[in-house]
């Protein structure tokens, strides 16, 4: 899966890329948007980025106030794991594995 990002600075809309290569943002219909690699769904809805700890695991982390997409280390000042968010939390801790790479 691809997940795209409206480039207008003003809209927040993420959403698969066929949403945006066709008629351009659903949001805004800006026909202007990045392409995030490394993204991911959570089964709560809500789009993630993976990104690597400095011991090499990865951890999806939550997309919004992220200005740069390109894959990067995790740092915990600036970035927001996604299972401190997720609606489905608890879910996750029981069921291992419920978060899946794209
Ligand atoms: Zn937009
Ligand atoms: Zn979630």
Redesign the pocket.
Known sequence: MVIAK???PM?E?IGEYEEFAFG???????DE?YVIKNAGKCDCGEYFLWMKTYKGASIPVDIAGIKDFMPRLFNNRVHTPHFVTCPNADKHRQKKGAIKNG
């Open positions: 409206c480039k207008d809209c809309l351009g943002c659903p949001a805004c219909g800006n948007y």
